[in-house]
């Protein structure tokens, strides 16, 4: 924290001691591909984040500076002028959530001096964007005293992401980011926004995550066909049934009414959207228990559904979780995020933690060609002001 205020003096040539705030990323415990459906997912928020340090100004003027893109220099703009701008590249995270703040009525006046650190790792899925914009919400609201609801920040960075910046996510990330709980998971009906935390007591185990460096080349365009997919599922199912979503149905109301669903490819996918939204319901029970080798055979069966039913795992993420699967010492392991690359994640004993690494990293090298990386992830608190250095 010592070197980050005396960055910031010097990059804002300040004599002032700005105010700083943290903001995580996050991953997804369980409950892939279960938001779209009306289903739920299972995030915590991590260790792993951004960093913001911020003055308010005299004049209306904004100045953003990332340690992490020093190649960008300081990106200026005007309170009166906050529409998005290529050029401003990572800048239009914060100048979106400063943009729609103001657009709510909350009075920002004054410009401000803004530095940023992030150390969420490149590439990792941990949603970077989503920690910007709440590391910057949370500044905002401190630095000119005003009063918002956090889960109306929450919307607001989500609106961000689908308006300004034009990705069409849901709230997940910036919900788990936004309210964060220190050793716990946070159970999210993404339709309804209700939630439940759920104690996650790792005892003698760490959450390790596994990158492939494989990139998510294919995520997108299967994204949106799966989507089909169970909309086609659910609207077959309907000729029947009345529901609004494939969350709406059990895993024993699913196999009645299945053979509704004409297409075999169409029905795999309703299978892995109802079964996986049963999991994050079990998985809530098993931590509450404190039952965590239940929860991992929860995570296991739930990357069987996402390979077998789903079909959006891909070599990579198979062989780094086959590979986690077979070490000693693995409570569960499954692939996380959109899939086709990306990330996987493994509860892993801590005396175990070394030789798991070792293993899979040449278990994947020899199979895939190329190492994979590994982190190691403690479940923090969601956005907030760090007091003295500690968050």
Known sequence: MTNLIRKFQEIFNSDETPRTFFAPGRINLIGEHTDYNGGHVFPASVSFGTYALGIRRKDTVLRFYSMNFPETGMIECDLADLSYDAEHDWANYPKGIIKYITAQGHNIDHG??????????????????????????????????????????IRLGQQVENEYMGVNSGIMDQFAVGMGKKNHAILLDCQTLNYHYAPIELHHHSIIIMNTNKQRTLAESKYNERRQQCEQALSDLNSELSIESLGDLSNEEFIRHKHLI??????????????ENVRTLEALEKLQDGDLNGFGRLMNASHGSLKNDYEVTGIELDTIVEAAWEQDGVIGARMTGAGFGGCAIAIVEQESIDSFKTNVNEI????????????????????????????
């Open 112 to 153: 401000a001096d803004i530095l940023y650190y992030g150390d969420i790792p490149n590439g990792a899925g941990l949603s970077s964007s989503a920690s910007i914009e709440m590391a910057t919400g949370v500044l905002l609201e401190y630095l000119y005293e005003l009063a918002i609801d956090r889960i109306d920040m």
């Open 262 to 275: 004409k297409n075999e490819e169409d029905r795999k996918r309703a299978k892995h959207a109802v079964s």
């Open 364 to 391: 994947y090298s020899k199979s895939i060609g190329y190492e994979p990386t590994f982190y190691t992830a403690a479940i923090g608190d969601g956005a907030k002001e760090i007091t003295k250095g500690v968050r």
